[in-house]
């Protein structure tokens, strides 16, 4: 199934979430901003992939509030003067400047300050440029996650609760066993769903109904799995965060690198908690050898890069 013409999907990677315009004759929306560092490599994609300029943003529309999502809201905003709208769980996080649960300075992540204009609630309708979107509970993944459906075109924008590839982290000291839970919660209430097209937050679509319902069944599996195995979560869950901050970096001196992660909260209080007696230096070295042997990272002349697209 192809896209609906008033829709213009542009696919990044892992550190920058894929973003969705939602076309309107003189303006624009726009889902979802990746992060801080890619803001102006989005607004140029927004121009050539989609034919708008920036001036014409209208509304950013944010699946969720993690930095790789939100990064780039304050460039937009203030380029354009747009609204952006999150649903009310994430306004209040915002507003609370909560660290943990936005995955900033916890994380180590970076995500310049920008103004919640309005919000919504699973079961609300938002409206722009004609095309009505049916606003869908989304929480697990992220406290104040939502999707957004068009019952008329069958099309799902999902973020971060489904991917066609991998699974997206639910960070155990963040949103904890109960985000296991409500993520698969979610997921059973997607699947009920008409969706012949789902736009996720990382990776590309996912087109068909039969293979949307077989990555939300792969996915619970993932959840269920991870529910009876908690130190296989928490090793995804810091395998993750290595890899994001190898892509933050670009190019990261392997002895600093480590030096800096064993003092960052996501890696100090998840090893404490999940791993205890364990070496920090010994737990950090054998999951960098470990994302080597996979090659999802590299090593070369004592620096570490990804192979994965930002």
């Given at each position: 199934?192809?896209?609906?013409?008033?829709?213009?999907?542009?696919?990044?990677?892992?550190?920058?979430?894929?973003?969705?315009?939602?076309?309107?004759?003189?303006?624009?929306?726009?889902?979802?901003?990746?992060?801080?560092?890619?803001?102006?490599?989005?607004?140029?994609?927004?121009?050539?992939?989609?034919?708008?300029?920036v001036g014409?943003?209208?509304?950013?529309?944010?699946?969720?509030?993690?930095?790789?999502?939100?990064?780039?809201?304050?460039?937009?905003?203030?380029?354009?003067?747009?609204?952006?709208?999150?649903?009310?769980?994430?306004?209040?996080?915002?507003?609370?400047?909560?660290?943990?649960?936005?995955?900033?300075?916890?994380?180590?992540?970076?995500?310049?300050?920008?103004?919640?204009?309005?919000?919504?609630?699973?079961g609300e309708?938002?409206?722009?440029?004609?095309?009505?979107?049916?606003?869908?509970?989304?929480?697990?993944?992220?406290?104040?996650?939502?999707?957004?459906?068009?019952?008329?075109?069958?099309?799902?924008?999902?973020?971060?609760?489904?991917?066609?590839?991998?699974?997206?982290?639910?960070?155990?000291?963040?949103?904890?066993?109960?985000?296991?839970?409500?993520?698969?919660?979610?997921?059973?209430?997607?699947?009920?769903?008409?969706?012949?097209?789902?736009?996720?937050?990382?990776?590309?679509?996912?087109?068909?109904?039969?293979?949307?319902?077989?990555?939300?069944?792969?996915?619970?599996a993932t959840?269920?799995?991870?529910?009876?195995?908690?130190?296989?979560?928490?090793?995804?869950?810091?395998?993750?965060?290595?890899?994001?901050?190898?892509?933050?970096?670009?190019?990261?001196?392997?002895?600093?690198?480590?030096?800096?992660?064993?003092?960052?909260?996501?890696?100090?209080?998840?090893?404490?908690?999940?791993?205890?007696?364990?070496?920090?230096?010994?737990?950090?070295?054998?999951?960098?050898?470990?994302?080597?042997?996979?090659?999802?990272?590299?090593?070369?002349?004592?620096?570490?890069?990804?192979?994965?697209?930002?």
């Open positions: 199934m192809a896209l609906p013409g008033y829709l213009t999907f542009i696919e990044r990677g892992v550190l920058h979430s894929n973003s969705v315009v939602l076309h309107a004759p003189d303006q624009f929306a726009l889902f979802d901003t990746g992060y801080c560092t890619g803001a102006a490599e989005l607004a140029q994609a927004i121009t050539d992939q989609a034919g708008r300029s014409e943003l209208a509304l950013i529309v944010n699946t969720h509030v993690h930095p790789d999502h939100t990064g780039g809201n304050a460039y937009l905003q203030q380029r354009s003067g747009c609204a952006i709208v999150t649903s009310d769980v994430d306004r209040m996080i915002v507003q609370c400047g909560d660290p943990v649960t936005l995955m900033r300075e916890w994380s180590d992540m970076q995500c310049p300050a920008f103004e919640v204009t309005r919000v919504v609630q699973p309708t938002l409206r722009f440029g004609g095309v009505e979107l049916l606003v869908i509970e989304g929480e697990g993944h992220s406290a104040g996650e939502v999707s957004y459906y068009s019952a008329a075109d069958r099309v799902l924008v999902c973020g971060d609760v489904l991917w066609q590839h991998g699974f997206s982290n639910v960070v155990p000291l963040v949103e904890g066993v109960g985000g296991l839970a409500r993520h698969r919660r979610t997921l059973r209430a997607l699947r009920e769903l008409d969706v012949e097209l789902a736009i996720p937050g990382h990776g590309p679509l996912i087109a068909g109904r039969d293979a949307f319902r077989d990555r939300v069944d792969h996915t619970i959840l269920e799995f991870y529910a009876a195995h908690r130190d296989a979560w928490a090793t995804a869950n810091l395998k993750g965060f290595l890899v994001m901050h190898v892509l933050v970096e670009g190019r990261a001196e392997r002895r600093g690198f480590i030096a800096r992660c064993r003092r960052a909260p996501w890696f100090h209080e998840q090893a404490t908690r999940f791993f205890p007696g364990t070496p920090g230096l010994g737990l950090i070295e054998r999951l960098l050898d470990e994302l080597l042997g996979k090659r999802v990272l590299n090593l070369e002349a004592d620096h570490l890069t990804c192979n994965l697209r930002a």
